[in-house]
């Protein structure tokens, strides 16, 4: 007598009917959320400190790629959640878009929405594979103004700390913070110099956290390694800011204004986002350095020669 076979769990496939919905509804998505797409793409494309945001939707689907092995495998359960929340995406979004205006929420709501199309196709479990590709895509939805000034002052004012006591170490240089500015006297010669919103380190910070979640996600080491690295983020892009603003400082009173400006200064700030890199690359080296594979015992102790080392 032969026991029943359970039937296997339905998988992605890449059948005529899921191209069709998938089609469908991407085309509907992109109908519903054009204006919120523009604008991301406006503030892309004018903004310095978002730049970045044309690179994080491909960065996200490479994301995607590199586990794509694993989503196929994934089963199609509970795909009715992804419509519970994609109509809750869709209802916030017209709340915000017609009764209280808030542009930062409606572009919440269009990755809310994304997100239950993600569900609905498939399945609930395929989060465990995909959860981290959609946070991704948050690094591409600029702060609003109000609360980006909140995170880059401090910042700025710290920078400015740091830069002015290490140029008081220098003799003949009389120098003083007063908020973000750095005031100075230096042989006669007296001028200020204002750290900007685009020297407060945000824009660097943003890049190299996304750089640390991406590392995290695609490497194979423990938990606590990964939030390790991503934790790290902030503090070495801080570090590396305040590097760049002392530079700066540097160059601006002791060799010539020039190289604190223009082009000279955007070389500088590669340089400084280089140096986070470098220390992040440090930091990733001395965690896989860490974990000692040990060496294979031996499972018959007659026949296998045993090896000792003092």
């Known amino acids: 007598m032969n026991a029943a076979i359970p039937a296997p769990a339905r998988q992605l496939d890449f059948e005529r009917r899921t191209q069709v919905l998938t089609v469908v509804l991407g085309a509907a998505f992109v109908a519903v959320f054009y204006n919120v797409i523009l604008g991301l793409m406006y503030e892309w494309w004018h903004s310095g400190d978002w730049s970045h945001g044309w690179v994080i939707p491909f960065f996200s689907l490479y994301l995607v790629y590199m586990r794509w092995d694993r989503i196929r495998r994934t089963s199609i359960d509970y795909p009715w959640a992804g419509l519970l929340v994609l109509l809750a995406g869709l209802a916030g979004y017209q709340y915000f878009l017609w009764i209280f205006p808030v542009t930062y929420a409606q572009r919440v709501l269009m990755l809310v929405a994304l997100l239950g199309v ?92 996304a750089l640390g979640v991406a590392v995290a996600y695609l490497s194979e080491r423990p938990w606590w390694q990964r939030l ?22 540097l160059l601006y009173i002791f060799v010539d204004p020039k190289y ?21 690359s440090g930091l990733g080296w001395v965690l896989n350095h860490l974990m000692v594979e040990d060496e294979p015992q031996p499972v018959d102790g007659g026949s296998a020669a045993r090896h000792e080392y003092a």
């Not at 690295?229 to 603003?245: D, E, G, K, Q, Y």
């Not at 604190?260 to 992040?280: C, E, K, N, W």
């Open 118 to 209: 993600i569900i609905f196709l498939c399945g609930l479990p395929v989060l465990r594979h995909l959860w981290v590709p959609w946070l991704y895509l948050f690094f591409a939805v600029p702060i609003p103004k109000g609360q980006y000034f909140a995170l880059t002052d401090p910042l700025r004012q710290m920078a400015a700390y740091v830069a002015t006591k290490l140029l008081a170490l220098f003799p003949d240089l009389d120098i003083e913070k007063v908020g973000s500015t750095i005031s100075y006297v230096y042989q006669g010669a007296a001028g200020q110099l204002g750290v900007a919103d685009a020297c407060s380190g945000m824009r660097s910070t943003i890049t190299l956290c």
């Open 260 to 280: 604190a400006r223009g082009s000279y200064h955007m070389v500088l700030g590669l340089l400084t986002l280089l140096l986070a890199f470098a220390i992040f």
């Open 228 to 249: 390790l690295l991503v934790a790290s983020c902030v503090p070495i892009a801080v570090f590396a800011n305040f590097v760049r603003v002392t530079i700066t400082c």
